[in-house]
């Protein structure tokens, strides 16, 4: 049976090939659609026909022309003026297509006087032109270059007045203008008559001038043929290939605009989004339509960072095939709405961090426009309703750390002067709720004019807070830290402190400060200057050690830095100024600041950067940032064994955008969550943004 079908295919396609071979030879040729037809066109205007004479008999080259003559002559004239002559006559508009067969033509002339004698010898060709231009000067006679076809029209009979004769057959020269590749239908072409040298006699005709109505007439019986038959050689071509998301589990539409230059028939998409590579089933398209899109809608693969690779062959009716070429691309998370908020400062500014994992739960702050709340999650993608936290326009007031067993906070209103620096502990809860330790203390009172900016606060190793922020006092600024004396939630600033880091500067120019924990009470400290060095400072435990200069380059506007401690080594990541560039610094414990490293260049002016080590495997660190507009995308990359990736990895694809490239606030470890979270707000409309979360699980299973 499987032999036999064999050949029955077989026998189909020889006698497809066959048919299509007989098809093809018998319309090699274009084929005749209707009979033979005769239509004539007459000389319609003045500089239309001319007459040129010369008393030489050469005729290599004419001596003088005129358009307005009467007469249209050709042969010698004996009597009055001893001449030679010759005549040419342009037909406009003549309707015969391009390569049609010429059954018959010929000239007809209407005499203008009586001319006898028979040694009338003279010459019918044509002008091998596209499209013959009207006459004007005797240069531009001469220049016109003759078809390769011509006909003697010799011994012409004598010629009565106001009778009409025709001319020698010129079939061969009409064949050969409307032959030519550039001519079309409604061309113009031009015939020429003109003496061959041996005339003793001439004939005269009727010109335009003489007599419009009976100016030379041009008769063509022609044959139309077919349009050409040409063989569609050309595949469609495609353009705006496109997937339109790349969140796993997520519908995605994979789309390509194609066209043809006769008509398209159908597509073919593959992918091996579901693990293994497939082909679709073949898709029509209308076969009239030159223009149409492959569309092919998809649930992406559920799991994040899979390669799917997708392609999309089309073919056109003459099965002419294209192919879109392999496209490809890595799923990426898919981000859960936490809440709202009535302006655009949420999870804004990277070392003030605003997300973190306790208890078994995911936990966010942030402010809705008017308060400061907080939400849970147990899965990351479903979220409490909001717990008020204190009142709070802008989240940019507002840092929070995470120590393992309590959560801190602290709060600066630095748009406001007078308005004192405070903090809060307490204790998250398995049911989403947080055990404050008491109430709201304050760290620092402000006094007139004085500003508290860009606090941010950690624990060391004893349970003590520290505060890293920026005092505005008029005209100046400058970097401080302070540590809370009493680790039970209640604040006594500790002797020594607050501590000046540098002298600052003009208030103009911002100053962070990011508070790094070390181990056994050590504390490492962070700060800069935007459009200066980054710098820091080593507490032993009990005292201060020497200024050290950490970067060789200017941090950028937007003071952007991160840390992270693998016991006391520090980690340190920043964007700098004159190349957006972000680099990452380490600092060994006992050696100092090593060199720069590249993480990767030419990221926008604002966007953040952020660190993030995973203790739960190998101390792997992930620097994650924002880059790209409409979409907007966050990228990682990871740091193994002190070596950083060298491609990044596409994290969250995000068509909404993120607000600034700034909005992004992640984990600063762990604490036993599997992975990483990141917080961020995206713009919904003219006045609402909305907080979202994602989460990178980074366990290895």
């Known amino acids: ?256 605009e194609w066209s043809d230059n006769v008509g398209l028939s159908g597509y073919i998409f593959g992918s091996n989004n579901s693990g293994s590579w497939k082909n679709e089933t073949w898709v029509s398209w209308n076969l009239s339509e030159k223009q149409g899109v492959s569309i092919e809608v998809k649930i992406l693969n559920a799991i994040f960072g899979q390669r799917v690779e997708w392609q999309i062959w089309a073919n056109d009716t003459s099965n002419n095939w294209n192919t879109t070429g392999p496209q490809y691309f890595t799923t990426t998370e898919i981000p859960y709405d936490v809440g709202t908020c009535s302006n655009d400062w949420s999870a804004l500014t990277a070392h003030m961090k605003k997300t973190f ?32 936290v204190r009142a709070g326009k802008y989240d940019f007031n507002l840092a929070v750390y995470f120590d393992g067993t309590y959560v801190h906070y602290v709060w600066s209103e630095w748009e406001t002067s007078n308005v004192p620096m405070t903090c809060r502990r307490g204790k998250p809860q398995s049911d989403g709720s947080i055990l404050w330790s008491d109430n709201e203390q304050i760290v620092a009172l402000a006094g007139v004019g004085v500003k508290y900016k860009y606090a941010m606060i950690a624990v060391d190793s004893d349970g003590h807070q520290w505060i890293g922020y920026r005092i505005e006092n008029g005209n100046t600024a400058a970097p401080y830290v302070v540590k809370n004396d009493f680790a039970n939630g209640t604040w006594h600033t500790a002797s020594g402190f607050p501590y000046k880091l540098c002298e600052g500067g003009s208030s103009e120019l911002d100053f962070v400060v990011k508070v790094q924990p070390l181990t056994s009470g050590k504390m490492y400290v962070v700060y800069g200057e935007q459009y200066e060095v980054v710098k820091g400072k080593l507490w032993d435990g009990f005292s201060w050690g020497s200024e050290e200069s950490i970067t060789a380059s200017n941090m950028g506007m937007y003071q952007y830095i991160d840390t992270v401690n693998i016991n006391d080594d520090v980690h340190f990541v920043f964007r700098n100024d004159s190349s957006h560039t972000i680099l990452y610094h380490k600092r060994t414990y006992g050696v100092g600041w090593g060199e720069e490293t590249v993480i990767q260049g030419s990221v926008p002016l604002r966007s953040i950067v952020q660190i993030f080590v995973d203790r739960e495997n190998n101390n792997t660190l992930y620097c994650f940032w924002s880059d790209g507009l409409d979409p907007q995308h966050i990228y990682f990359k990871k740091c193994v064994n002190g070596v950083w990736d060298s491609d990044p990895t596409d994290f969250v694809y995000l068509v909404e955008g993120i607000v600034e490239y700034d909005r992004i606030s992640a984990f600063q470890e762990d604490y036993g969550s599997g992975g990483v979270g990141l917080v961020f707000a995206t713009k919904t409309s003219s006045w609402e943004y909305t907080i979202k979360y994602v989460f990178l699980p980074t366990a290895t299973p």
């Open 357 to 388: 994992y306790g208890n078994g739960r995911f936990w966010v702050f942030y402010s809705d426009g008017t308060n400061v709340v907080f939400k849970s999650s147990v899965d990351g993608s479903s979220w409490s309703s909001p717990t008020f």
């Open 1 to 256: 049976m499987k032999t036999s079908l064999s050949k029955f295919v077989v026998c189909i396609i020889v006698s497809t090939l066959v048919l299509q071979c007989l098809i093809t030879l018998t319309y090699a040729e274009n084929p005749p659609v209707e009979a033979p037809v005769t239509s004539s066109w007459s000389v319609s205007r003045s500089s239309d026909d001319c007459i040129v004479y010369e008393a030489s008999n050469d005729h290599s080259s004419w001596q003088s022309l005129s358009t307005n003559h009467v007469s249209f002559v050709a042969g010698y004239e004996p009597q009055v003026y001893r001449l030679y002559f010759g005549s040419a006559a342009r037909f406009t508009g003549v309707t015969i297509g391009q390569g049609w067969v010429i059954n018959d033509a010929y000239l007809v002339f209407t005499a203008n006087d009586n001319r006898g004698g028979t040694v009338v010898n003279t010459r019918l060709s044509g002008e091998a032109n596209d499209n013959s231009a009207t006459f004007s000067t005797i240069a531009n006679y001469n220049s016109r270059v003759r078809t390769q076809a011509s006909v003697d029209w010799d011994s012409i009979p004598a010629w009565s007045s106001q009778s009409t004769y025709i001319s020698a057959n010129i079939t061969s020269i009409i064949q050969e203008i409307v032959n030519r590749p550039g001519w079309s239908s409604g061309n113009s072409l031009t015939i020429f008559w003109e003496d061959d040298g041996t005339s003793t006699n001439g004939r005269g005709a009727y010109s335009y001038d003489g007599s419009p109505s009976k100016a030379p007439m041009l008769v063509i019986t022609y044959t139309e043929l077919a349009p050409p038959v040409e063989e569609d050689l050309i595949a469609p071509s495609f353009y705006d290939v496109t997937a339109n998301t790349t969140r796993r589990d997520q519908p995605c539409l994979f789309s390509a």
